[in-house]
């Protein structure tokens, strides 16, 4: 039974170009999660969907940052117009339920020059 | 809303030491509770859980215990070897969406 599947697992961007992050959760899982980790800090919660459906997305950036779970297929975490802030390593957790374990895949580290 | 507060890191221990890694929490009612680990350059891995007061948790020699009276689920090993060497994580579920909030982490380093 695969875990999370998080690609690519490191990614380089150029200031002002985009990066899409792709997270494909357990099998069974219809809950995702994503969070930013910065170096030496600790998980800052960005976003939780459900198919199709945003449910909190409290964590993210007002501008820049958006995110999807589409009926098929990954969840897509998409960063606009990349800055040298928006280093970090990403990453995505699945659960089949909300107030449960989450599950999560290895990470993307974004590195922006 | 849940919160959870973890003790300040860095923890250097000797191997064979004891381990302890303070948690407390804040929350309405009593959700589950959990401890990840976090070794260097991945993601975080489920150590253990408890679902409901006085519960233990264990793992890889690992224990936790829910304990309402204080609010707290304590990180505890009897003796820590090199390969512990990881970031901890407390952890527990928000209070409105039922996301995962975690604590902000300590890092232990045992050494030989």
């Known amino acids: 039974n695969a875990g999370v599947m998080q690609n690519p697992r490191h990614l380089v961007r150029r200031r002002g170009q985009e990066a899409r992050l792709r997270c494909s959760p357990m099998k069974g899982h219809s809950h995702v999660y994503w969070y930013r980790q910065l170096p030496e800090e600790g998980l800052k919660f960005m976003v939780y969907l459900q198919k199709e459906n945003i449910i909190d997305e409290s964590g993210m950036p007002k501008e820049r940052f958006s995110a999807e779970f589409p009926k098929e297929g990954p969840s897509i975490l998409r960063i606009q117009q990349v800055v040298r802030g928006d280093s970090a390593a990403y990453f995505c957790?699945?659960?089949?339920?909300?107030?449960?374990?989450?599950?999560f895949g290895q990470g993307t580290r974004l590195t922006v020059v | 809303g849940n919160s959870v507060t973890q003790m300040e890191g860095p923890v250097t221990l000797s191997e064979e030491a004891f381990l302890t890694i303070n948690c407390t929490y804040t929350?309405?009612?009593?959700?589950?509770l959990f401890w990840y680990v976090q070794y260097p350059g991945e993601g975080l891995q489920l150590l253990l859980k408890a679902t409901k007061a006085d519960d233990k948790g264990s793992n890889k020699g690992f224990e936790a215990t829910y304990r309402k009276e204080t609010t707290s689920f304590h990180l505890e090993k009897g003796s820590v070897q090199v390969s512990d060497s990881a970031v901890y994580f407390c952890a527990l579920p928000a209070s409105n969406t039922g996301k995962l909030i975690f604590g902000q982490g300590t890092t232990l380093q045992v050494k030989p």
């Open positions: 929350a309405t009612g009593y959700p589950s």
């Open positions: 957790a699945s659960s089949d339920r909300e107030n449960t374990e989450a599950f």
